[in-house]
């Protein structure tokens, strides 16, 4: 179940909490993420990443129509992954990016964390939810000890995915909220 829960980043303090899709996408509004949830593909468990990225073609097609984003992957993370503790540390601490972070949750979760305006926006994908993170946003990301996702990847350059760490401690004050 998608899950948002802002808190004060100073004291810490919960002022949201919904698990609503219509109320998670206008509380982000005002921060310019973009939040909706998607028709999932009729796929088996485990479907080849092609076929993935085959299913959600049309969508794709009319998302891209309507954004700078000129190309689409398929990215699949499980707990056999073998490097998956060093990908999950490497997008842990806070960071932007130079263009925006677009993931659509064909399976699994994981938690886009946005620091903006003196808060921390948690937002808990799962699995039909897309999510937009706009270029240059305070954020990080965590897929979990155990991760399981397979998402699609929307973007204009992959370079522009390159982590720039902002130093600070937060994200490790403000861990993920998964319930």
Request: glycine fraction near 8%; charge should be negative; hydrophobic fraction near 40%.
């Amino acid at each position: 179940m998608s899950l948002l829960t802002v808190k004060d980043a100073a004291t810490g303090a919960e002022l949201l909490r919904t698990s609503d899709a219509e109320e998670i996408a206008r509380a982000l509004a005002p921060i310019n993420v973009r939040f909706e949830r998607w028709q999932v593909a009729d796929l088996p468990e485990g479907a080849p990443a092609e076929a993935v990225l085959e299913a959600y073609r049309p969508q794709l097609d009319a998302f891209m129509a309507g954004s700078n984003a000129g190309t689409a992957d398929v990215i699949k993370l499980d707990s056999s992954h073998p490097q998956k503790d060093a990908l999950r540390a490497k997008f842990l601490s806070e960071h932007t990016h130079t263009e925006d972070e677009i993931r659509f949750f064909h399976e699994g979760s994981g938690n886009f964390i946005m620091h903006v305006g003196g808060k921390v926006y948690d937002a808990h994908c799962t699995r039909g939810d897309l999510i937009s993170v706009p270029a240059n946003t305070q954020h990080w990301f965590d897929a979990g000890t155990e991760p399981r996702v397979t998402a699609l990847r929307v973007f204009t350059d992959t370079t522009g995915w390159t982590p720039h760490y902002t130093g600070t401690d937060i994200s490790e004050r403000f861990p993920a909220v998964t319930g």
